[in-house]
């Protein structure tokens, strides 16, 4: 469920006419519902209520900082993938004491960084690893808690760049060899056992391969339990969210009708089926959604430059671009686009959504009927608010878009467009030239 609805033939985020947005904020601008996140969250945590569930968000698919500070105002902790991450939840005012480092290359000074703010936990990715982090808390004095990552080589069907749990991507250590590196961790000095993990892959959209994982998992879990006296299983995140019928998906009718079948990931759906899975372990099961938490939670608002006809072919050139939202060109994403004036019933036109870069992959739809649209009206590209702003650049010296927080009636800006200046202020002109 999300907070975009049309109202008066508008579409609106919450209570806010999203045409007064891009009228006070620019665009290409990130619109986000705060509601929508706030309920992401608790549909999710209740659906683990038969466990002693933690949801550590994972800040990689939506960063900003009044994000992070709504989340740790929910009770989470974080994901984190890096020393910036790691500053950002303490810039946000966030738990780094339940939060976990993830990653497979973590720097020397970030593993320092994530110890010396407390972190619960590291997410150990190969052995290397494993006696790099023995020696970076050696130095400091410290025991650092680990997790080490499992690939337990399930397929979770998704896109060849997001699946992670299969044996041929470069994540984890394979399950065969699982339980000798916790043994080689035991022996070491400075590392204390506290858990162990799994991600499978993103934009999961069935249960089944969270199923698979978990109880492929089990018997080694166990085992760890006894012989480590681990506290903790994480079960990663990857949750989908619909991308198709993006904007029926807010309407609960929609689920009721969809779901018939049973074929859909819900939250619901999803503790039903990995509860019972976990229920006789007795440990501390820990989450790390990204995407599900936010991405129905955001749109891109985009302005209509031209309407193009071409030979057989019609554009819609809008201001936003390939820069401002990446998914299209690196995944062959599909996002839904509607105009924010609601379209009346007729004439429609079948047109390819393109922003203005020199790059043919700078298109975020081919091939879609939309209705009549002319130049200065407004869209929405949907299903924006996951791995939007946070894969955003600065190709063709495009300035960073804007951010907007809605929530109920009240809206902010909390991240300003980037000026020019702020755009160069780190080049310089040698002397020599
Ligand atoms: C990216 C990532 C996540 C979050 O993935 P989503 O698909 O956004 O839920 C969780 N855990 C790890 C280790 C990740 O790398």
């Known amino acids: 469920m999300h907070q975009f609805k049309y109202r008066d033939n508008k579409l609106f985020c919450e209570s806010v006419d999203l045409d007064r947005i891009a009228a006070e904020h620019g665009t290409p601008c990130y619109v986000y519902s705060a509601n929508t996140i706030r309920e992401n969250y608790s549909r999710l945590s209740d659906s683990l209520a038969g466990v002693n569930a933690r949801i550590c968000y994972a800040m990689k698919a939506?960063?900003?900082?009044?994000?992070?500070?709504?989340?740790?105002?929910?009770?989470?902790?974080?994901?984190?993938?890096?020393?910036?991450?790691?500053?950002?939840v303490a810039a946000a005012g966030g738990n780094i004491g339940t939060s976990v480092f993830a990653g497979v290359g973590k720097r020397v000074e970030e593993i320092e960084l994530a110890l010396r703010n407390g972190i619960f936990s590291i997410h150990v990715e190969?052995?290397?690893?494993?006696?790099?982090?023995?020696?970076?808390?050696?130095?400091?004095?410290r025991k650092?808690?680990?997790?080490?990552?499992?690939?337990?080589?399930?397929?979770?069907?998704?896109?060849?760049?997001?699946?992670?749990?299969?044996?041929?991507?470069?994540?984890?250590?394979?399950?065969?060899?699982?339980?000798?590196?916790?043994r080689t961790a035991a022996g070491l000095?400075?590392?204390?056992?506290?858990?162990?993990?799994?991600?499978?892959?993103?934009?999961?959209?069935?249960?089944?391969?969270?199923?698979?994982?978990?109880?492929?998992?089990?018997?080694?879990?166990?085992?760890?339990?006894?012989?480590?006296?681990?506290?903790?299983?994480?079960?990663?995140?990857?949750?989908?969210?619909?991308?198709?019928?993006?904007?029926?998906?807010?309407?609960?009718a929609w689920w009721d009708k969809e779901d018939g079948g049973g074929s859909l990931l819900t939250p619901e759906r999803y503790g039903e089926a990995v509860v019972p899975l976990l229920k006789d372990l007795d440990l501390e099961v820990l989450l790390e959604p990204g995407r599900f938490m936010v991405g129905n939670a955001g749109v891109l608002l985009t302005r209509v430059e031209h309407v193009k006809h071409g030979a057989g072919r019609n554009f819609v050139i809008v201001d936003g671009a390939m820069n401002d939202l990446l998914r299209p060109a690196m995944y062959d994403a599909y996002h839904e686009i509607v105009p924010v004036a609601e379209a009346r019933e007729g004439d429609s036109v079948n047109a390819d959504v393109v922003?203005?870069?020199?790059?043919?992959?700078?298109?975020?739809?081919?091939?879609?009927?939309?209705?009549?649209?002319?130049?200065?009206d407004l869209l929405a590209v949907l299903s924006a608010g996951a791995y939007g702003f946070v894969m955003a650049g600065r190709y063709n010296t495009r300035a960073m878009p804007a951010e907007v927080l809605v929530d109920g009636d009240k809206v902010a800006e909390v991240t300003a467009r980037e000026t020019f200046e702020r755009i160069i202020a780190n080049e310089r002109i040698p002397d020599f030239l």
């Open 355 to 376: 922003g203005p870069i020199c790059e043919s992959g700078d298109c975020f739809a081919r091939q879609r009927t939309l209705p009549q649209l002319a130049e200065g």
């Open 126 to 141: 190969s052995e290397a690893e494993l006696h790099r982090i023995d020696r970076v808390a050696g130095g400091l004095g």
């Open 62 to 88: 939506n960063s900003n900082l009044a994000v992070l500070r709504l989340f740790s105002s929910l009770g989470a902790a974080f994901d984190l993938v890096s020393g910036g991450e790691i500053r950002r």
């Open 144 to 182: 650092a808690p680990v997790a080490v990552r499992v690939n337990p080589d399930v397929d979770a069907g998704t896109h060849a760049k997001i699946t992670t749990g299969k044996s041929e991507n470069k994540f984890g250590v394979p399950f065969d060899s699982a339980l000798d590196i916790y």
């Open 189 to 252: 000095e400075n590392i204390e056992i506290r858990g162990v993990q799994i991600h499978i892959g993103s934009q999961i959209t069935r249960v089944d391969p969270f199923v698979a994982a978990v109880g492929k998992m089990h018997p080694l879990v166990e085992e760890l339990k006894k012989r480590y006296g681990i506290g903790y299983f994480s079960i990663g995140g990857g949750l989908g969210i619909a991308y198709e019928h993006a904007l029926a998906s807010g309407d609960p």
